[in-house]
């Protein structure tokens, strides 16, 4: 079964460092990708997404992700974090790409320290 | 303002008894989904409709239904069957198949 996995469940950062956030995900074929924030106590927000192209794509609020195919990975990145980044993170994949078939990860808690 | 809204936000009820949750867009998206939240299992697919009138179970379908009557509305009925409903439950609608969905602000259930 397709699954998606993110290695750190619970980050914790001191302002101004660099972020990054593992994906990876079990699915040979095509896929679509996500990241997803959800701020405490607010709904779910896309951060950014790829579907094809340039496997470097830019989101809002500095942050950026790299699709690496042969690796199956889907990296979230931020050269320097801060305070108000503190939420929870989630990687999405839709496979095979074009369906209503999205299987999310269980998600990484950041906490940027002032 | 466009968007999603769920509804009730926090929600209580007793064991064996049904509950509907509230989900109801205006972003004229075809397709809606329901989703289940709990702690360290991240997102779980409960049910998705991809038009009015047709839906499709998803890995979690056992002891909820729904109903998609109108383009703008899909209820999540959470029944006694469901054997722990207590969870936070996320409602998302995309516009078309693999494109980024729109959630809601989600229903926290509590069963006591």
């Known amino acids: 079964a397709q699954s998606v996995s993110q290695h750190n469940h619970h980050v914790i950062l001191s302002e101004a460092a660099s972020l990054e956030l593992g994906c990876n995900y079990s699915y040979g074929g095509t896929v679509n990708l996500f990241w997803y924030v959800q701020y405490p106590g607010q709904h779910l927000q896309l951060l950014l997404k790829?579907?094809?192209?340039?496997?470097l794509v830019k989101g809002i609020k500095g942050f950026e992700a790299e699709f690496i195919k042969s690796k199956f990975s889907f990296n979230l990145r931020k050269p320097s974090v801060q305070w108000s980044d503190t939420a929870e993170y989630f990687c999405a994949v839709n496979a095979p790409s074009g369906t209503y078939k999205y299987i999310f990860g269980t998600g990484t808690r950041l906490k940027v320290l002032a | 303002d466009g968007g999603i809204t769920q509804s009730p936000k926090y929600l209580f009820r007793k064991e064996g008894q049904n509950v509907t949750l509230s989900c109801e867009q205006n972003?004229?998206?075809?397709?809606m989904y329901w989703y289940r939240q709990d702690p360290g299992q991240g997102l779980r697919l409960i049910y998705y409709s991809q038009i009015v009138n047709d839906f499709q179970k998803g890995d979690i379908a056992e002891g909820y239904s729904v109903s998609r009557e109108k383009k703008e509305s899909f209820p999540l009925t959470v029944t006694s069957a469901q054997k722990n409903p207590t969870a936070f439950y996320l409602c998302?609608?995309?516009?078309?198949?693999?494109?980024?969905?729109?959630f809601g602000q989600g229903t926290r259930l509590t069963v006591v």
């Open positions: 790829y579907f094809s192209g340039d496997p």
């Open positions: 972003l004229n998206h075809d397709a």
């Open positions: 998302a609608s995309s516009p078309r198949a693999g494109t980024e969905a729109f």
